[in-house]
């Protein structure tokens, strides 16, 4: 039982290190720029419009790739710890399909779900 559990986290440990270099290599690609550069001609207002839509856009893009890279590092950070595939929550085992789609996965389905609709009512609030 050890052995394969063993194997199942360097199998884990590896896509990890996969997707975490893929990420690295997608947020420096993005550079987020929240200044709007301006010429000396007229500036058209879609244009600036849209400039200013781009940087905001690559500002969240940057920093969803970035919170995905924290989720990869804290995975890494569990298996080294021996409490990876451990819900963060309920403290029951995530199931084996859940980790091999999601290797970062904190939570279990269970506990996603619950969290994900407490979010969604929130919001739900927030907006009312």
Do not use: W
């Amino acid at each position: 039982m050890k052995t394969t559990i063993d194997r199942n986290h360097q199998v884990a440990r590896k896509a990890l290190l996969q997707k975490s270099a893929v990420l690295l290599q997608a947020v420096n690609g993005v550079q987020p720029s929240t200044v709007v550069e301006y010429d000396d001609r007229p500036a058209d207002e879609f244009e600036l419009a849209i400039a200013q839509q781009t940087a905001v856009a690559s500002t969240q893009i940057s920093n969803g790739l970035k919170f995905e890279l924290e989720r990869i590092e804290r995975a890494l950070h569990r298996i080294e710890s021996g409490s990876y595939g451990i819900c963060m929550d309920c403290e029951v085992s995530i199931a084996p399909k859940r980790l091999k789609a999601r290797p970062e996965a904190e939570l279990c389905v269970d506990c996603q779900e619950a969290q994900e609709f407490m979010q969604r009512a929130s919001r739900r609030l927030v907006s009312a």
